[in-house]
């Protein structure tokens, strides 16, 4: 959940030069997704990350690090 709000707190302020460390933090977050207990009410990793698009989808610098992360 820290990771999640690290990355949205850096998007939201576009500040593209902690962007590295935002990606960092979505890989870090995707990794520990799964280890967040079913019965806590916290928005799906997968839905999360489609909202985060949806809202942030223009700030290619960050997406293409994240895909750096992943690939």
Known sequence: MLYRRLVTGVLDRASSKYYPYAARDCAAATDLA??????????PHDDWLADLRKVHGRKIGFWNQVAGKFG
Do not use: E
């Open 34 to 43: 799964d280890r967040i207990a079913g019965d806590v009410d916290v928005v």
